[in-house]
Structure formats: structure tokens, C-alpha cells
């Protein structure tokens, strides 16, 4: 279908474009979209309405009129590097691939992505964070009470049990004999209902373990956990992973000493980027979403500017990949866990976070597949003298 995109006035730009594309890929089951002059072209695999379009595009492009292009931090470097250096770690070993969105890392990579971690476990460190470590599953209870299928459902990932009868058990032995063929599980016939799923965040345990705390003074915690989002590569490579790594460091407690978190804490990321010669910039996030009543709800986001994220330049894609963030959650969490400071208010939250996946890709792509060969300086901060 096409869907006309005029009386814009100036024609619209890459980074509404992106909005646009990612915002709809991440609601429909697309086919192709194609962006012309002054309508998009769109063919999806499903059946979709065309004014359920047209009617989305017009509300995405006015959202998209309120995009945040606030940048706090814009470090350039020139960069010579232009490819991407995926196929080289792979063929070196270093990263192997498991399955779509699923890798293996060993060698000089993954000695980069503990490095990382180290790094950003001493910033907590510097500010007293209580170290804590978490399932990865979330109950559903968890998922309901921060209302998170509703608005999230496009990254949702639950797991499920084979029903405690004997009859499904044996059942279900049977259909999935190693000896068959098949690729998928069927989960009605045989699957319990499901009442956890694998997490899509790794602070979020830390508040629901605060629920009905009072007299709750400020606090700063950090944990470094895998999380898990229903998503997979366009170019096979670790930009986009259904399992990933971070490390969040999260402030629990009053509105000002929230506020002087994220300041410190945006301060530190700045830090990180001089120190690791990251080419890359703070910017505030416009994250697409899934397009149900959220979409309003993030133009409020995206103006009262509640997410700034870390963005390392990836020269071979000409685009930027987040590679960290920085979230005021103001008293979300406070409300939905009921957390009471000393004066009975609600606690606000904040939190900080970066993905090791992405960051050690990010200074692949950017100096190249053998890290022996990058910068002297960057090879000094990050001990790697191969
Ligand atoms: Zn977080």
C-alpha cells in the first residue's frame, strides 16, 4: 500500500524516517517498506487495514514532530575503518553464532566485555552501590503489576513448563523424540500456562523486592544480569540480540537525590567515552515502540526527556547504535511497588545502564577487527597489548 506523506512542508528526515520504520516494523509483521518523496510504500506479511495506516503514519509523524534532538555529549573522531568486522571475529573464533539474535564469545572479545564490566562495576563502586544478582526469570506477577504485556508485547518472552500430568509428560516425550523432525514446539496441547518469562530488563527485580517498603532512604544498587527481547539482526551481527548483557547501576529513593544521579552519572558516561576513544554522542532516546495507546504516552517521554542514550557511530552502517542509557523513572516504580520514603511520599528511581555486546562490537566497527592493530592509547586504557 502506499500511504501519502504530504503537507509536511520540508521533506522528512533520516531520523524520522527511522522512527517511522522501527515504530511500525515493531507493531506489524512488514514485508518491505520503502520510503519515496512524499508517501511511504509498505507491504506487510499480514492482513492490515489501509486506514489503520495511514491513520498510524499521520499520529507517527506528529510524535515524530516532538522528537528529542537534544544532544548532550557529541564526541567526533575520524574514523577509517568502513566494514563490518562481524565476519572476521567469526572466523577468528571469537564470536560464534548460536542461533538468530544468539552468540558465543570467547578470546580477545570477551576479554573486552569483562573489562567493560569491571569498569562500570567500579563507577557503582565510587558511589557505595549495594552489588545484588537476580534471577533471570520474572514472575508474571512482575509483568503485571509495571503493566508491561500491554505496552511491550512486541518484546516479550515468556517461558513455559510441560503440564505436571503424566498424560501430557509422556505425550509430549513422544511427539519430540530426538528421532523426529521438526524445528518448533507446539505449546497448547502439552504447555502448562505460563507464569514466568525471561526478563527484558535486569534492574527491574530490584524494585519489585522493595514492594510495601517504608521509611526507604536513598539507596544505590548495581548488577550486571543477561536480558532477553524478541528481537534479531537485519545484518546477522550483535547490534540487535534476543540475549544480551548489562550492567545497570539503579538509585532508589528522594526526587533530588535521583536528579543528582543521573547528573553524576551522566557525567561518568561522558568520562567513558573520552577515556575508551568512543566515537559516539548522549542523546535523548526516541525509542520506537509498539503502537497502542503508548504512542501518546511517549511523546510525553520524549519531551520531558525521561531517556537519554549512549550512541557509539558505526561507520560501516553510516548510523548509531545505543550502546548504553541513562532513565529517570521518576516515582513509576515508587507508585507500582508502593516504595514510601521517610516522609511517606513515593520513592523516586533512576537507573544507568550499558550493553557489553554492543559496546565491544561498537569499537570493532569503529577501529577494526584486530584489536592489536587499534590506537596505542585505547590499547593502553583497555590492558590489550596482543
Ligand atoms: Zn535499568
Redesign the pocket.
Known amino acids: 500500500m502506499k500511504i501519502p506523506i504530504t503537507g509536511q512542508g520540508e521533506p522528512i528526515d533520516e531520523h524520522v524516517r527511522a522512527f517511522i520504520r522501527s515504530s511500525i516494523a515493531r507493531s506489524y509483521d512488514v514485508k518491505s517498506m520503502e520510503f519515496q518523496d512524499n508517501a511511504i510504500l509498505i507491504e506487510f506479511h499480514e492482513e492490515v487495514p489501509e486506514h489503520q495506516i495511514r491513520e498510524l503514519v499521520k499520529q507517527l509523524l506528529y510524535v515524530s514532530r516532538s522528537l528529542a534532538n537534544d544532544v548532550l555529549f557529541d564526541k567526533r573522531i575520524t574514523l577509517d575503518y568502513r566494514e563490518n568486522p562481524m565476519p572476521m571475529l567469526e572466523s577468528r573464533g571469537d564470536i560464534r553464532k548460536v542461533a538468530d539474535g544468539m552468540y558465543m564469545m570467547q578470546g580477545t572479545f570477551l576479554k573486552l566485555f569483562r573489562f567493560f564490566d569491571r569498569c562500570v562495576k567500579q563507577m557503582a563502586d565510587k558511589y557505595g552501590a549495594i552489588e545484588q544478582e537476580y534471577p533471570v526469570l520474572w514472575p508474571v506477577e512482575l509483568y503485571r503489576t509495571i503493566n508491561y504485556f500491554k505496552e511491550f508485547p512486541q518484546q516479550v518472552i515468556l517461558a513455559a513448563t510441560v503440564k505436571n500430568t503424566y498424560q501430557a509428560k509422556e505425550k509430549f516425550a513422544q511427539n519430540y523424540d530426538g528421532q523426529k523432525n521438526y524445528e518448533a514446539v507446539r505449546l497448547e496441547e502439552y504447555m502448562a500456562p505460563s507464569t514466568f518469562g525471561l526478563q527484558s530488563?535486569?534492574?527491574?527485580t530490584c524494585y519489585y523486592l522493595l514492594k510495601d517498603k517504608k521509611d526507604f532512604d536513598n539507596t544505590v544498587y548495581t548488577t550486571y544480569n543477561k536480558v532477553f527481547r524478541n528481537e534479531s539482526s537485519q545484518i546477522d551481527s550483535l547490534d540487535r540480540l534476543k540475549n544480551f548483557s548489562?550492567r545497570?547501576i539503579?538509585f532508589v529513593g528522594e526526587k533530588d537525590f535521583v536528579y543528582s544521579m543521573l547528573r553524576e552519572l551522566t557525567g561518568e558516561f561522558i568520562g567513558f567515552i573520552e577515556t575508551f576513544k568512543i566515537c559516539g554522542k548522549i542523546e535523548a532516546a526516541n525509542d520506537p515502540f509498539f503502537v497502542n495507546e503508548s504512542l501518546y504516552k511517549n511523546i510525553f517521554q520524549a519531551t520531558s526527556r525521561l531517556k537519554y542514550e549512549m550512541l557509539a557511530y558505526i561507520p560501516f552502517l553510516d548510523s548509531h547504535l545505543a550502546i548504553g542509557?541513562i532513565?529517570n523513572h521518576l516515582d513509576f516504580f515508587g507508585k507500582a511497588f508502593n516504595i514510601r520514603l521517610p516522609d511517606g511520599k513515593y520513592a523516586h528511581s533512576g537507573?544507568?545502564?550499558v550493553g557489553f555486546e554492543r559496546l565491544v562490537y561498537s569499537l570493532y566497527c569503529q577501529y577494526g577487527h584486530n584489536a592489536a592493530a587499534w590506537p596505542k592509547d585505547l590499547k593502553k586504557e583497555i590492558d590489550i597489548e596482543e
Open positions: 530488563a535486569v534492574c527491574d548489562v545497570d539503579m542509557s532513565n537507573c544507568v545502564g
